[in-house]
């Protein structure tokens, strides 16, 4: 069943904001403060990559060198939604994007293998 579920997604212009959201599905599903929720993406014809990532309980974030000044990830705790502001987009950003869960609390960033619950994922196009 899903258990996080991604919103936002689109298209844009390249130069324009696009924002995204990924909170669980149900009540079932609890983010703990030692999770690190990510935001990954999987452009066309290349393999999923990660993004950015929070966090939980540090409020901690992290980000892919591709994406660092331009996106910036954020969580509300109260309604246990992480949300991903992606500014000056480019059409190099075009792919789908998926929130996951990291119940490893080493702040495994970018190891994909720690992350065990992920979103569907929402298409994000960006065009020049």
């Known amino acids: 069943q899903v258990q996080l579920v991604e919103s936002g997604g689109g298209s844009a212009q390249a130069g324009e904001t696009l924002t995204l959201s990924c909170a669980p599905s149900?009540?079932?599903?609890?983010?703990?403060?030692?999770?690190?929720i990510g935001w990954w993406r999987q452009r066309p014809g290349k393999e999923r990559e990660f993004v950015a990532g929070?966090?939980?309980?540090?409020?901690?974030?992290y980000y892919a060198d591709s994406v660092k000044g331009r996106f910036t990830i954020g969580r509300v705790a109260a309604e246990n939604t992480v949300w991903l502001q992606m500014d000056a987009l480019e059409p190099d950003d075009t792919a789908v994007y998926f929130c996951?869960?990291?119940?490893?609390?080493?702040?495994?960033?970018?190891?994909?293998?720690?992350?065990?619950?992920w979103g569907q994922g929402t298409q994000v196009t960006v065009s020049s």
């Open positions: 996951a869960s990291n119940p490893d609390g080493r702040l495994s960033w970018s190891d994909e293998s720690k992350y065990d619950v």
């Open positions: 149900g009540p079932t599903f609890v983010i703990y403060s030692s999770y690190v």
């Open positions: 929070v966090h939980w309980r540090l409020n901690k974030k």
